[in-house]
């Protein structure tokens, strides 16, 4: 069963939510803003690439509308291999863009 606080999907309706922009602290944003260990957003996309998931941004774990992390959705092989986005690119689901609680202006 997936988190309910991570999912990005809204199965009924097939949206799924993507971050239209960074968050001001995105893990792909230079300069480690969110403070993790060295290496761990490597490590996070490549788990995420290898399980054909996504990662999700932080800013949005726990609202009532979790979304894709933009960094990751323009990563070209975490774009390539989220089964989220292709099934969007496959018009099996609609892509909702959403505006990432603190954004950066």
């Known amino acids: 069963m997936t988190d ?8 009924p309706t097939g ?3 993507q971050c ?7 893990i792909y ?3 480690n803003l969110a403070h993790l260990a060295p290496g761990r957003v490597q490590e996070m996309t490549r788990a995420a690439i290898a399980a054909e998931g996504h990662v999700v941004c932080h800013a949005t774990i726990g609202t009532a509308a979790p979304a894709i992390c933009a960094g990751y959705a323009r990563h070209p092989s975490g774009a390539a291999r989220s089964l989220a986005l292709r099934l969007v690119r496959a018009g099996a689901a609609v892509l909702q863009l959403i505006t990432p609680p603190g954004k950066a202006g």
């Open 20 to 26: 239209a922009t960074l968050c001001d602290t995105c």
């Open 4 to 11: 309910p606080s991570t999912d990005v999907a809204d199965r």
């Open 29 to 31: 944003r230079p300069g």
């Open 15 to 17: 949206v799924v939510r």
